[in-house]
């Protein structure tokens, strides 16, 4: 893991990539800062986090789109998957070398506050560090979500637009999930779909029709069955589901100073789905 | 010790390797010999672990390249048909990478990358970015790579390929050197860079194996000395196919006008497989005043040899894979090296279009080398 890490870090600075995220980041953030705090002559440095959340739409693709693309296009990840690294390894260390450069940033941003510290009595320092805490957990989020989409191509414009557009839909996603329809019969053919594509992936890796079926048939069974006898189990099904990916909407109790346990959870088992679904990625094209 | 059993690998609906058994010894030097697409690059794929077989094993001095993945790549250094460099390093930060992946300790590393170096003869470029070498440097560094560590088996996927002349050479003393101490396997399309490196020759085709030998004994009998000859003579042709059929022992497989105006070529061969024709051509010729212009043993190309091998119709598409390959190989590999006179007569009787066609497109094949 340490010398993929290493190599990776490497490539941040010796390419313009480490530079360009770090300026980007750090001047949005100073500019936020300077107009909401000091033109405005505003203490709040927690309104001006989660104004900048939104930024990570296109700063973590600078990140994270050329980690594992790039290495299938020259293909260097012949020397990485035949090496005696585990592909966990492989996978972790680049994910820490995006946080690291992440966090580089985030430790420059954190002059912003000392510095209204120099003018104020007493800085709200709990909820600073709570607002920051929430944004590097969306941060890092979104870095997961682009470690996935360039492990899918090997293509570097592709991943960097597709994380982008992920990342922009679960900007959105709370907004879209509330249009969703919640009636139980609409949640009903959602899951019916769901097990539809469950089943799906099944005969896509396995290739056995009659499993695959099998699958199908007897979840749709079970959901019909349900459906049947206790139809609530349905209610708003889509919306909860669509919410799951909403990273941004958990944001907001953050900022309202709100450290709860279970959005952290939610965010460190989103970061972990993730980088799970890049490992199987990665494992499962090489092991068929 | 490597052994890889009933290794199959399907894409689809095409099976790019087919139930592959082989095993190679400790220090031989061993080559994957085929035409392009004839799987050699999928079988050390799958040998190194780089992606999986369909079925099928391959274990690396005991170590199942699945099961053990981390312990039996351990024992692989592997160069790839395209070198796995990153052009924004230097050569010897890369190499340092690649020791640091696989875990070189840190005391043996300087004196081992030194080494490594001067057997590929890249020190001079240390200091070199990665992407301002040339393809052939960036070949040789590339082979460093694989040999960091000093891996117990060394593969190799067409090394030579796109090097100058000069540097071919090299890489073949590189190769040679390799073969004390490590296990070498390496694919190839050319037949006499095999033959030139390599203990042990196996042809694969099609995704199967249709012959493993060393190079000698496969040249030996794939060259069939001098039973087969290409002739030019001057004169018209009807004398000359008159004048052959006083000297029943030569056989004509085949004749043409040649290139050269007022001769025709000829392909002649011996009544039985392990006569020497010359003489009788020559006597037969000098006989009937016909000045030979030129006369050699017809060497078969590796097309041909592949076409022979897998008793294949060369005629086109539509003839691709018909049967040919199918049942038919084992015996064929078996006529081929135990008994040739067998697979001779065995083409003999089968007097079918088949046949006839294979020959003449030896014939041809050959024409275009004159």
Redesign the interface.
């Known amino acids: 893991m ?3 890490y ?2 990776e870090m ?2 941040y600075f ?2 313009m990539m480490g530079y360009l995220f770090l300026a980007f980041m750090i001047l949005l953030i100073g500019l936020f800062f300077t107009i909401m705090n000091l033109m405005f002559r505003d203490a709040n440095f927690q309104s001006v986090l989660s104004n900048t959340t939104m930024f990570f739409l296109f700063l973590v693709p600078i990140l994270t789109m050329r980690l594992f693309s790039e290495e299938a296009r ?13 592909v966990t390894q492989i996978v972790l260390g680049k994910f820490l070398a995006a946080f690291t450069l992440f966090a580089i940033a985030t430790a420059i941003t954190v002059s912003f506050p000392l510095m209204l510290n120099i003018f104020a009595d007493s800085l709200p320092v709990s909820r600073i560090v709570g607002a920051y805490i929430g944004w590097i957990l969306v941060g890092v989020s979104c870095i997961a979500v682009g470690v996935f989409i360039s492990v899918l191509t090997d293509n570097q414009i592709i991943a960097a637009v597709g994380t982008f557009a992920a990342l922009f839909l679960m900007f959105l996603m709370e907004a879209f999930a509330m249009s969703m329809p919640t009636s139980n019969f609409a949640s009903f053919i959602f899951v019916g779909l769901i097990i539809l594509a469950v089943a799906g992936i099944w005969f896509n890796s396995t290739r056995n029709i009659l499993s695959s079926v099998v699958l199908a048939l007897l979840g749709i069974a079970v959901a019909i069955g349900l459906y049947l006898f206790n139809s609530s189990i349905f209610d708003g099904i889509i919306v909860r589901t669509l919410l799951w990916f909403s990273v941004y909407a958990r944001y907001d109790s953050f900022a309202a100073g709100i450290l709860s346990i279970s959005d952290v959870v939610y965010y460190v088992s989103f970061i972990v789905l993730f980088i799970y679904l890049s490992i199987n990625v990665i494992e499962k094209r ?3 | 010790m490597i052994e890889v059993r009933n290794l199959t690998k399907v894409y689809g609906q095409h099976k790019a390797i087919d139930h592959i058994n082989f095993t190679v010894d400790d220090g031989e030097i061993v080559g994957f010999l085929g035409p392009n697409g004839a799987g050699k690059t999928t079988t050390m794929n799958i040998m190194t672990g780089f992606i999986a077989a369909t079925s099928g094993e391959v274990s690396i001095n005991g170590l199942d390249i699945v099961a053990d993945a981390q312990k039996a790549k351990a024992q692989i250094g592997y160069m790839p048909d395209t070198p796995p460099v990153y052009g924004d390093m230097r050569v010897d930060e890369y190499l340092n990478f690649v020791a640091d992946i696989k875990g070189v300790r840190r005391s043996l590393r300087k004196d081992m990358l030194a080494e490594i170096k001067r057997q590929v003869r890249i020190e001079d470029m240390s200091r070199r970015l990665i992407k301002n070498l040339s393809r052939g440097y960036r070949q040789r560094v590339g082979l460093a790579q694989a040999m960091v560590g000093y891996p117990k088996v060394i593969i190799m996927d067409e090394p030579t390929i796109g090097l100058d002349p000069k540097q071919i050479i090299e890489m073949r003393d590189v190769v040679k050197n390799l073969g004390n101490k490590h296990t070498v396997i390496l694919s190839s399309h050319i037949l006499q860079e095999v033959s030139a490196v390599c203990d042990r020759v196996m042809i694969i085709n099609r995704g199967k194996i249709v012959a493993s030998d060393t190079p000698e004994r496969l040249s030996a009998k794939l060259s069939r000395g001098n039973n087969r000859m290409q002739v030019r003579v001057k004169g018209e042709k009807s004398k000359i196919l008159k004048a052959l059929e006083e000297y029943p022992v030569i056989r004509n497989v085949e004749a043409k006008s040649a290139t050269e105006p007022g001769t025709i070529d000829l392909i002649l061969s011996g009544e039985k497989d392990d006569m020497d024709i010359r003489e009788f051509i020559f006597r037969c010729m000098c006989k009937n005043n016909l000045p030979i212009l030129l006369m050699k043993s017809t060497e078969l190309t590796l097309e041909e040899i592949f076409l022979q091998l897998t008793g294949d119709v060369r005629s086109g598409p539509a003839g691709y894979g018909q049967g040919a390959i199918t049942g038919k190989t084992d015996t064929m590999i078996d006529d081929f090296f135990e008994e040739p006179k067998e697979e001779e007569s065995e083409n003999e009787a089968s007097v079918s279009d088949a046949s006839q066609e294979d020959e003449s497109a030896g014939g041809e094949a050959h024409d275009t080398h004159i």
């Open positions: 340490i010398p993929i290493k190599k490497r490539t010796t390419q020259h293909k260097t990840d012949q020397l990485l998957y035949t090496s005696p690294l585990s090489r092991w068929r």
